[in-house]
């Protein structure tokens, strides 16, 4: 099953990277009738992407020199300033508290919250939550390629090789 998640988890990753917004949406829209159906495709795609970036995000950290560690985000807008997490949708605020369970260790609080992230089977929310992660991922991965350190490899491609729009 991790296989076919991955592969999705990938998959909604390349067509987010190459502005496939048509197959973003026809995705996005599958796994909307999915949960409506009582399926959980989108909870084990959200919660393998989000392993994957707790994991670059702690390689990028280094080593803990601490034991009693905790992690913490610091949340921008598109401009760059400090956000609020109050000032955001219910939905994305429990995907970042997902995150934040998943960077300190705590798998149980990480399912509880992809599952309060995810509990409206709406398209809105399905597109809401996985578009925040898928991009949350993708800038992740950019940042580990251009720094040199280590990320899944399931996730596809180095951003470095990625093709623009113009070498097609």
């Known amino acids: 099953m991790v296989t076919n998640t991955r592969l999705q988890a990938r998959q909604l ?3 987010t990277r190459r502005n496939d917004d048509e197959s973003m949406v026809l995705e996005m829209a599958r796994l909307t009738a999915d949960r409506t159906n009582g399926g959980r495709e989108s909870h ?3 919660c393998e992407l989000i392993a994957a970036l707790s994991q670059m995000m702690l390689t ?3 080593p803990a020199e601490e034991q009693d560690r905790t992690y913490g985000l610091e949340l921008t807008g598109d401009d760059n300033n400090a956000l609020d997490i109050d000032q955001t949708s ?3 605020r429990a995907a ?3 995150l934040l369970a998943e960077l ?3 798998s149980e609080e990480t399912l509880f919250q992809v599952d309060l992230a995810l509990r ?3 398209f809105k929310a399905t597109i809401e939550v996985l578009t925040h992660v ?3 991922t993708i800038g992740m991965l950019e940042w580990c390629d251009t720094n040199g350190i280590p990320r899944p490899q399931w996730l596809g491609e180095l951003a470095s090789t990625r093709r623009s729009d113009g070498d097609h």
């Open 13 to 15: 990753v390349g067509v």
């Open 44 to 46: 084990l795609i959200t």
């Open 60 to 62: 990028a950290a280094g």
């Open 90 to 92: 219910p939905p994305i």
């Open 96 to 98: 970042v508290r997902a």
């Open 104 to 106: 300190n260790g705590h």
């Open 120 to 122: 409206d089977n709406s």
């Open 134 to 136: 898928v991009l949350w």
